[in-house]
């Protein structure tokens, strides 16, 4: 099977919304903090709390008959086999693990959605033309290393970032040792790079977030299509003035960076509603020499970050800060650097597979939007090697990454229902007209 | 002797240029700091570097016959005793402990130009109505308690904060252990309450400064009689916005705190220059929760201070910042918070003592300017118990505080000069008519 297929007429699936509803409540369970310690739950890679979602993950995939393994990565997967052995696979997945005080469904929703389509699948007992099968990423949320497990899957992990992920790793003995008792290969920077899979092995691969913004909530719609996932750059913003006095020396003749940075935190958003209107910009901190009272600051260090959908965009962007960060020194009499910390390119989504997810929400009447991800998402490594699609489902209030995410039950539910119907449509032969 | 004297025709004694500056050269080289270290030099109280300095002194007095002495402050002074055993004693003074890569001459210039003083006072054998000294007060730069010597001997200092100077100076066992050896009473703080002088032993307090900011050369002037010392107030303002993820919150529902700290941060310089001319006020460091890349910012906190030769400007100060802190919190949907850190209240120099030194200037023909000191001094501990009056010599392009600290020796000398002429207005008694 090449590309994503069409089928206006596929058979009709439900997903059990009682026994999906009842795995994600589990696994938000897992991990849990006390109120008093910051609340949340906390599955990072490797502990002992991520360790105990996986094996409820792997209990119910063999519990609904699925193949289970854990590969050279630690993506934990569970699969429903194609038709032969050399069908390709149609891979679903998200992760597991959490950010500290990580909230309920923040990944967990894409694998326990994946588990759930699977399980359907598989009772329904309906011939497919290719596996499917739900992976559970390693390390998403990058405590070692970002997208680590998605990026060894699509074969973008160099061996250095394995290295680098280990070294980081190396500082958790335990999480690491863990690991190592579990994982084919015992982690070594050889056996990950093992972890590849080859594309033509793959048929796509779809995944169910939450949002992470409030873009859907209030536009009033259950579900989302991304149309393509942010690239991102950073940056640090360098300024730099004339320590002074802050008692002896006047207003009039300071060289001030903290008031050169300032200018440039407070004109950007506005700036950027404007001239970039779908992406973002974002001063995250600052740090300030020598950073006392009574010293009229002599450097000032902004990190900065923008994301867009679009070359073109993130091109504006960053043209729109060097000219902000220019003019904010001048106004000082002062000096300024750019220095690039990090960059990622947008990854479009695949549009046949946004075909099929907009079919397939039309199909159960629910209204949806097509809208970017500012997140980077395992799917943006997938997108890669294989054509990728997503669907967000609204978080309350746009809360991501603390305790209070949110995605209401309903959302929960309509969400896995379209990835299912998208799945059917993707793996399910056309009847004979 | 109540009161300060005039005058109008006091003898004319001439301090000795070279020998004068040849001091100020030989204790700036005391402590000094190689470049590839940063420079400049450094004699934090108690160091080794800090006691030679004051040997220096200390050696330089007894060569002149005069009497020296080691407070339980560890304030060392060389003293030309009065007529008679209660006369009072006129006061010079400044400090010969530096910041970290400070400048040569702030401190170091008023106590040499009182050493010289009381030479050539000595050597002149003109009677005195009063005792002179020359202190050079311990810790002025605050390495362990601010005005630490001065508020000692002015009877300012609490049995509180002598103990949390002795804590803090714990932390360097060994000079802690140096400076008990040299210091009668070993800084018990039973003892170190003992240096408090009696407000009637004492006849006034001079003090010649370095400006440490640019008006003296801006107004082509070599010598300011000081009008008052500005107070000084201290706040962290905190602002609090709404952490969100920084790639899917678009920038229009953001309630961004550090956003909020620029606008502050960003308008404060222009309105004081507007609305409090002869004031200052400084945002010195800011810190950011949680200070990634990826978060927009919840929490910011931003350390400010405000300074002015009066009340009524202190007041205004602290009323615009709150106006602008509410205005710019409000701007993002944020709240804010100022609390109070610390409090000085502005001290003005005395009328009869500021007419004296105008009258001195006046004699040599040495135009001179009216300003306040932004910056802190010994001289605002004595202001509270005794008469007293300060003048500044000019700070080439106001730096100080840095190695680049600079006085040119014209301006050190005509200072010298203008004090001495000051001390012997005071102290010689007018001629019979």
Request: glycine fraction near 10%.
């Given at each position: 099977m090449n590309g994503v297929p069409r089928n206006e007429a596929p058979p009709a699936l439900e997903i059990q919304a009682e026994r999906f509803l009842a795995d994600l409540e589990a696994v938000a369970a897992i991990g849990r903090l006390p109120d008093a310690a910051g609340g949340g739950r906390e599955r990072r890679p490797f502990s002992s709390a991520h360790w105990a979602a996986r094996e409820f993950l792997m209990d119910g995939a063999r519990r609904a008959g699925l193949e289970v393994q854990i590969d050279p990565a630690g993506n934990v997967s569970a699969r429903l086999p194609g038709p032969t052995a050399d069908a390709p696979t149609l891979l679903l997945g998200s992760h597991l693990d959490t950010v500290p005080h990580g909230g309920p469904y923040d990944g967990a929703l894409g694998v326990l959605a994946g588990l759930e389509v699977l399980r359907v699948l598989?009772?329904?007992?309906?011939?497919?033309?290719?596996?499917?099968?739900?992976?559970?990423?390693?390390?998403?949320?990058?405590?070692?290393?970002?997208?680590?497990?998605?990026?060894?899957?699509?074969?973008?992990?160099?061996?250095?970032?394995?290295?680098?992920?280990?070294?980081?790793?190396?500082?958790?003995?335990?999480?690491?040792?863990?690991?190592?008792?579990?994982?084919?290969?015992?982690?070594s920077p050889e056996a990950v790079l093992q972890a590849r899979r080859p594309p033509e092995s793959l048929a796509g691969y779809l995944e169910l977030h939450i949002e992470q913004g409030p873009r859907l909530e209030r536009a009033g719609v259950s579900i989302g299509i991304v149309t393509a996932i942010f690239g991102r750059r950073s940056w640090l913003a360098t300024f730099r003035g004339r320590r002074d006095h802050a008692g002896t020396t006047p207003m009039e003749v300071r060289s001030d960076a903290l008031v050169a940075a300032?200018?440039?935190?407070?004109?950007?958003?506005?700036?950027?509603?404007?001239?970039?209107?779908?992406?973002?910009?974002?001063?995250?901190?600052?740090?300030?020499?020598?950073?006392?009272?009574?010293?009229?600051?002599?450097?000032?260090?902004?990190?900065?970050?923008?994301?867009?959908?679009?070359?073109?965009?993130?091109?504006?962007?960053?043209?729109?800060?060097?000219?902000?960060?220019?003019?904010?020194?001048?106004?000082?009499?002062?000096?300024?650097?750019?220095?690039?910390?990090?960059?990622?390119?947008?990854?479009?989504?695949?549009?046949?597979?946004?075909?099929?997810?907009?079919?397939?929400?039309?199909?159960?009447?629910?209204?949806?939007?097509?809208?970017?991800?500012?997140?980077?998402?395992?799917?943006?490594?997938?997108?890669?090697?294989?054509?990728?699609?997503?669907?967000?489902?609204?978080?309350?209030?746009?809360?991501?990454?603390?305790?209070?995410?949110?995605?209401?039950?309903?959302?929960?539910?309509?969400?896995a229902q379209v990835l299912l119907d998208a799945v059917v449509e993707w793996v399910v032969e056309p009847r004979a007209a």
């Amino acid at each position: 099977m090449n590309g994503v297929p069409r089928n206006e007429a596929p058979p009709a699936l439900e997903i059990q919304a009682e026994r999906f509803l009842a795995d994600l409540e589990a696994v938000a369970a897992i991990g849990r903090l006390p109120d008093a310690a910051g609340g949340g739950r906390e599955r990072r890679p490797f502990s002992s709390a991520h360790w105990a979602a996986r094996e409820f993950l792997m209990d119910g995939a063999r519990r609904a008959g699925l193949e289970v393994q854990i590969d050279p990565a630690g993506n934990v997967s569970a699969r429903l086999p194609g038709p032969t052995a050399d069908a390709p696979t149609l891979l679903l997945g998200s992760h597991l693990d959490t950010v500290p005080h990580g909230g309920p469904y923040d990944g967990a929703l894409g694998v326990l959605a994946g588990l759930e389509v699977l399980r359907v699948l598989a009772e329904s007992g309906i011939p497919r033309r290719c596996g499917v099968e739900v992976v559970d990423f390693t390390d998403e949320e990058g405590r070692f290393g970002d997208l680590f497990g998605s990026r060894a899957l699509s074969g973008q992990l160099t061996r250095e970032q394995a290295v680098a992920f280990l070294e980081r790793a190396g500082a958790y003995p335990e999480d690491l040792a863990r690991a190592r008792e579990r994982i084919p290969g015992g982690l070594s920077p050889e056996a990950v790079l093992q972890a590849r899979r080859p594309p033509e092995s793959l048929a796509g691969y779809l995944e169910l977030h939450i949002e992470q913004g409030p873009r859907l909530e209030r536009a009033g719609v259950s579900i989302g299509i991304v149309t393509a996932i942010f690239g991102r750059r950073s940056w640090l913003a360098t300024f730099r003035g004339r320590r002074d006095h802050a008692g002896t020396t006047p207003m009039e003749v300071r060289s001030d960076a903290l008031v050169a940075a300032a200018e440039l935190i407070r004109e950007l958003p506005q700036w950027v509603s404007e001239a970039v209107p779908q992406g973002v910009a974002t001063c995250g901190n600052i740090q300030v020499d020598p950073g006392v009272y009574n010293v009229v600051p002599g450097r000032a260090v902004v990190w900065i970050e923008a994301r867009a959908a679009t070359l073109e965009e993130l091109d504006r962007l960053e043209q729109g800060i060097r000219e902000r960060a220019a003019k904010a020194a001048g106004a000082v009499g002062g000096q300024w650097a750019l220095r690039s910390t990090a960059r990622s390119e947008p990854t479009p989504m695949d549009p046949a597979v946004r075909a099929l997810l907009h079919r397939a929400a039309a199909r159960r009447g629910v209204p949806c939007l097509d809208l970017p991800s500012g997140a980077g998402h395992d799917a943006q490594m997938l997108a890669r090697i294989t054509p990728t699609g997503m669907l967000f489902v609204p978080s309350v209030e746009g809360r991501s990454h603390c305790p209070q995410e949110f995605t209401r039950p309903e959302d929960r539910v309509i969400g896995a229902q379209v990835l299912l119907d998208a799945v059917v449509e993707w793996v399910v032969e056309p009847r004979a007209a």
